[in-house]
């Protein structure tokens, strides 16, 4: 009941901090031709609710949080930092810890890459599975994903994930991408953290 309450209510929150606070919609483009859509950097720490709001998205967008509690690190990482974001917290995902959901709009946008650090402490959880829906999250596939699983380290790794060879996630209003905890998530102590998430994407032809 207390994972599922705060599943719900941090739903809540991000919905109306999203549509409501002063956020930069406009894409940012690289020498690649890809945009970076959505930026976390979990640096806003006055409330629980503030930490899982975007720095920058094109569209809504909502992380939810299957397990003990989240909160803010001060220690976070210099990886895959964006917009002119500093290093300074992260989010820690306490165990018992089951899924960290990331909804988002791919609308217009194809070659999808999700990209973040990521460590654990000694009792946190040692694997991260990535999934994805297509439909909104009635069903979760890795089919097209080379790295669905990931070993997680005591020190902070840079994690890209590539969506390219999965073209049902392009130009999608429902996508939703599922990072699972394993081997260790059941412990009563120990978190696995995250820093600096970003989703790039190739504009489609307009």
Request: charged share 20%; hydrophobic share 35%; glycine share 6%.
């Amino acid at each position: 009941m207390r994972s599922l309450l705060i599943l719900f209510c941090t739903g809540i929150a991000l919905a109306s901090c999203t549509k409501d606070r002063d956020l930069d919609f406009s894409p940012r483009t690289n020498e690649l031709g890809f945009e970076l859509i959505y930026y976390w950097d979990f640096n806003s720490t006055e409330t629980t609710h503030s930490l899982i709001e975007p720095v920058s998205a094109v569209a809504y967008t909502s992380i939810f949080f299957e397990g003990n509690y989240f909160d803010a690190v001060s220690d976070g990482s210099d990886f895959n930092l964006r917009e002119e974001s500093e290093s300074g917290a992260a989010l820690r995902l306490r165990n018992p810890s089951d899924h960290l959901d990331i909804e988002f709009s791919s609308e217009g946008y194809e070659e999808i890459l999700l990209s973040y650090a990521l460590m654990r402490t000694n009792n946190g959880a040692r694997k991260q599975n990535i999934s994805y829906s297509v439909d909104g999250g009635t069903n979760f596939l890795t089919a097209g994903l080379i790295d669905a699983e990931l070993d997680v380290s005591e020190d902070w790794q840079h994690i890209q994930i590539n969506f390219s060879g999965v073209r049902a996630v392009n130009n999608n209003p429902q996508v939703i991408i599922r990072l699972s905890m394993a081997e260790g998530n059941s412990n009563t102590s120990g978190n696995q953290r995250m820093d600096n998430l970003a989703i790039d994407a190739r504009p489609m032809d307009r």
